[in-house]
């Protein structure tokens, strides 16, 4: 803002501090507050700025809302992202699906078993 | 579409996947490691939990029985050959175009008929002989099973020919 000063405006301010004149002085100096009051060049805000600020600080604040969406089936959505959450399913299902697996592996084997005694003690022209 | 939708439907995916594949593999794995290096008798001494002197007996008897075995069912693939060559070449069924049955065929189904039913009495005795050897209670559940296994086949057959009246017959 140094930049912005008006050289203009100094130029009067040097002139009269060469006067000797103290009554002069006082009005040269009330001149002087008037003449740097008037040089601050500040840029013309937007229109409705302070109150473009307040709302966006207000939006700042306020909580994040998802908009559009259905509230349990996002809440679910966040409980099934837990990484903890998602392993342990993941855990639990690949567990059981191996153990009916191994279940109903061994019940195939089983009747395998049987079908091969079978056929060899009664073949299948005799059934 | 809503994205927590796509989010749970994908880790419903993802988790039927998962089972689905564990389920599958563990199923393989033990169908083929339980199958391998097994004899023909070890359901039965599995089934019919046989302890291995029961086991030892039940084995003399199977190797017994199946050069017997065998040698019934060259006989009754050599009769169903004789049969095939007395239907002839343009017949169906023993049916002769024009006529009947013709006699060779007819008397080659009675013999392939007298064979069948001299093997299946041969195994029914070999089904007896091997349930004395297992304890009682054993022994009638095997000789209940072996007889549904191989007979009932025909049982289902005549009852469905029958209709409800044949549902009548226990033999």
């Given at each position: 803002m140094g930049g912005g000063q008006n050289p203009a405006a100094l130029e009067p301010m040097n002139k009269e501090n060469i006067n000797p004149d103290p009554g002069s002085a006082e009005a040269g100096e009330a001149r002087l507050g008037a003449l740097l009051r008037e040089s601050r060049v500040s840029p013309a805000l937007p229109p409705r700025f302070q109150e473009g600020v307040w709302r966006r600080i207000e939006e700042a604040a306020a909580p994040v809302k998802v908009t559009g969406g259905i509230p349990w089936l996002d809440a679910l959505t966040a409980l099934v992202l837990r990484p903890r959450l998602a392993m342990a399913t993941a855990a639990v299902l690949m567990v059981a699906g191996a153990l009916l697996g191994v279940r109903e592996g061994s019940q195939m084997a089983h009747q395998d078993a049987q079908a091969r005694y079978l056929a060899v003690v009664a073949p299948n022209s005799l059934r | 579409m809503n994205r927590s939708l796509v989010i749970l439907l994908g880790a419903l995916v993802l988790g039927a996947a998962l089972f689905g594949g564990s389920y599958a593999v563990s199923q393989r794995v033990c169908r083929n490691c339980m199958s391998k290096?097994?004899?023909?008798?070890d359901w039965l001494q599995k089934e019919f939990h046989l302890n291995d002197a029961e086991m030892a007996r039940i084995q003399k008897l199977h190797e017994g029985y199946l050069p017997k075995c065998a040698e019934m069912c060259a006989k009754i693939a050599a009769k169903k050959s004789e049969l095939e060559t007395a239907l002839?070449?343009?017949?169906?069924?023993?049916?002769?175009s024009t006529t009947n049955v013709n006699p060779v065929a007819q008397q080659k189904l009675v013999e392939l008929a007298a064979l069948r039913a001299q093997c299946q009495s041969q195994m029914l005795q070999h089904f007896i002989e091997v349930s004395q050897t297992m304890p009682p209670e054993q022994g009638r559940r095997y000789l209940a099973e072996m007889q549904r296994l191989t007979l009932g086949f025909h049982e289902q057959t005549e009852s469905s020919m029958s209709g409800s009246a044949g549902h009548e017959h226990h033999h």
């Amino acid at each position: 803002m140094g930049g912005g000063q008006n050289p203009a405006a100094l130029e009067p301010m040097n002139k009269e501090n060469i006067n000797p004149d103290p009554g002069s002085a006082e009005a040269g100096e009330a001149r002087l507050g008037a003449l740097l009051r008037e040089s601050r060049v500040s840029p013309a805000l937007p229109p409705r700025f302070q109150e473009g600020v307040w709302r966006r600080i207000e939006e700042a604040a306020a909580p994040v809302k998802v908009t559009g969406g259905i509230p349990w089936l996002d809440a679910l959505t966040a409980l099934v992202l837990r990484p903890r959450l998602a392993m342990a399913t993941a855990a639990v299902l690949m567990v059981a699906g191996a153990l009916l697996g191994v279940r109903e592996g061994s019940q195939m084997a089983h009747q395998d078993a049987q079908a091969r005694y079978l056929a060899v003690v009664a073949p299948n022209s005799l059934r | 579409m809503n994205r927590s939708l796509v989010i749970l439907l994908g880790a419903l995916v993802l988790g039927a996947a998962l089972f689905g594949g564990s389920y599958a593999v563990s199923q393989r794995v033990c169908r083929n490691c339980m199958s391998k290096s097994v004899s023909d008798l070890d359901w039965l001494q599995k089934e019919f939990h046989l302890n291995d002197a029961e086991m030892a007996r039940i084995q003399k008897l199977h190797e017994g029985y199946l050069p017997k075995c065998a040698e019934m069912c060259a006989k009754i693939a050599a009769k169903k050959s004789e049969l095939e060559t007395a239907l002839g070449p343009n017949t169906h069924v023993g049916v002769n175009s024009t006529t009947n049955v013709n006699p060779v065929a007819q008397q080659k189904l009675v013999e392939l008929a007298a064979l069948r039913a001299q093997c299946q009495s041969q195994m029914l005795q070999h089904f007896i002989e091997v349930s004395q050897t297992m304890p009682p209670e054993q022994g009638r559940r095997y000789l209940a099973e072996m007889q549904r296994l191989t007979l009932g086949f025909h049982e289902q057959t005549e009852s469905s020919m029958s209709g409800s009246a044949g549902h009548e017959h226990h033999h």
